[in-house]
């Protein structure tokens, strides 16, 4: 029925789904959690890759012009229509972290929606927690956040 209405399948709605390669820059900056303000001198721009196949999706950076694996199997993607949330969340090995880092537990969350067939708008939030430090050391817990575009390139 909907190819009756749009004149092309439910893919074509919703600009051919999220299946491929996307890469872009994402601007970020970071957030001063004592003044609930931009952080100053934390502004960056840092290049991304998202491979998606179905519900598999990986996440890569840009590390010095070769392409790094960020947590491994760690991320999840929900989809609906023509946007989608690509999530992940992981932490030290156990409860007091025995390693001497401190204890830690991060996320990172791509919320994504179309442009149009061959770009995505992209805003990134990472958020860590080294809950053994004391709340107010500088780098107990902080937020990153940032935005760009992604391009399909396969």
């Known amino acids: 029925m909907l190819s009756a209405i749009t004149g092309g399948s439910s893919e074509d709605l919703y600009y051919g789904g999220f299946d ?32 998606i196949n ?10 010095n012009n070769a392409w790094k694996e960020v ?9 609906h229509k023509t946007s989608a949330v690509v999530s992940a969340i992981d932490s030290s090995t156990d409860v007091l972290d025995k390693t001497g880092s401190g204890g830690w537990v991060e996320t990172w969350t791509y919320t994504i929606t179309h442009k149009d067939n061959g770009t995505l708008y992209v805003y990134w939030v990472d958020s860590i927690n080294n809950y ?5 050391k500088e780098i107990a817990r902080f937020i990153r956040s ?8 396969e």
Do not use: C
């Open 146 to 153: 940032g935005f760009g575009e992604m391009t399909r390139s």
């Open 132 to 136: 053994l430090e004391p709340p107010d």
């Open 20 to 51: 491929g390669t996307w890469t872009g820059k994402i601007h970020s900056q970071g957030l001063d959690l004592k003044t609930q303000s931009a952080k100053e001198g934390s502004t960056k721009e840092s290049k991304y890759r998202l491979v």
């Open 54 to 63: 179905g519900t598999k999706v990986s996440v890569f950076r840009d590390d």
């Open 71 to 79: 947590k491994p199997n760690a991320f999840r993607i929900q989809i």
